[in-house]
């Protein structure tokens, strides 16, 4: 491990809180023993914030920058940083100067400690607190896991992105992706300010995308692991039951001369179920082969991409 510490910061329409940001990082940089490089990748602004961002890498030779020609997300922001950096541990701070670049070193200390992951926990009143609240509490129920906030800043390893596959939106899932993997998980608790420029870029239609993606990340992580386990055993559940209710119809009709045409709907319907569901099982267990040979073949290709940079 080189010890650099890249700090990415996606960067939307901040063209407010640039300037004060790197000043910021500048001073932290100067007070701290580690060595540290800014990533700052324009995510399609359409205001002054990539020319905010140009300036400022002319100025200062710790920075590297990056543009998207339009807005196409934070996730993707992110991994267009990734692709730019040349430390061993990432860390994800937004722009917006609700969290100061001064707090920096304590995120990422439990890294030279032995985590893998660092994940902050805001400390602070501010708008969304119920929301988050709710969200995290879920998420913990949900996915097992102790920390008490997923939708923070963050320092991890390269190596943690390295086999992660991040869908849109996933960024909020990085640290229940990483604990999937086996990955050690810290937490560190993080002052959170009120925004001084510019506005919040949440909507409360978020909310339900929020949920949506939930669901899709605990399908990932668990489903998909043993789809034919899970629709297998539903679908034996339901099979059987249409067998018995079926041969109690049957005893029924032949031997008390008593037929109920819904009771045989209702057996066709169970046994149909039970063979849908394994089909669906072994279509989910093709799909996911699919997925971890393709995951073996881009590890090759990582392998070959190494060997020939050196």
């Keep these: 491990m080189n010890n650099i510490i890249s700090v990415i910061v996606p960067a939307f329409n901040e063209e407010g809180n640039i300037d004060e940001f790197v000043r910021l990082f500048k001073e932290m940089t100067e007070k701290s023993k580690r060595q540290f490089e800014l990533i700052l990748v324009d995510d ?23 543009n998207h020609p339009y807005n196409i997300g934070l996730t993707e922001a992110l991994q267009t940083g990734f692709s730019i950096s040349t430390g061993d541990i990432f860390v994800f701070y937004p722009a917006d100067l609700q969290y100061l670049p001064e707090d920096i070193p304590a995120l990422v200390e439990p890294i030279f400690q032995g985590a893998d992951v660092v994940t902050g926990w805001k400390q602070g009143k501010y708008k969304k607190k ?3 609240s709710i969200y995290n509490y879920v998420s913990r129920k949900i996915f097992g896991l102790k920390v008490h906030d997923l939708n923070s800043v963050k320092a991890f390893k390269k190596d943690v992105i390295k086999d992660m596959f991040l869908r849109r939106d996933w960024h909020r899932y990085l640290v229940v992706l990483a604990a999937d993997k086996g990955h050690r998980i810290e937490e560190v608790k993080i002052p959170l300010y009120e925004r001084r420029w510019g506005k919040s870029k949440f909507s409360i239609f978020r909310i339900p995308i929020g949920v949506l993606d939930m669901l899709a990340v605990k399908t990932q992580i668990s489903l998909l692991k043993k789809p034919l386990l899970y629709f297998g055993l539903f679908g034996s559940i339901s099979f059987g039951f249409g067998i018995i209710i079926g041969l109690i119809a049957l005893y029924l009709r032949y031997f008390h001369n008593l037929g109920f045409r819904p009771l045989l709907y209702l057996v066709i319907l169970l046994l149909g179920m039970g063979l849908g569901l394994f089909m669906l099982g072994l279509l989910a267990e093709g799909l996911a082969a699919m997925k971890e040979e393709l995951g073996v073949i881009r590890k090759k290709l990582d392998n070959i991409d190494n060997q020939l940079k050196k």
Aim: glycine share 4%; charged share 30%; aromatic share 20%.
């Design 130 to 132: 119920f929301v988050s």
């Design 44 to 66: 399609g602004s359409n205001d002054n914030t990539y020319d905010k961002i140009k300036a400022s890498a002319e100025k200062y030779s710790f920075i590297k920058y990056k």
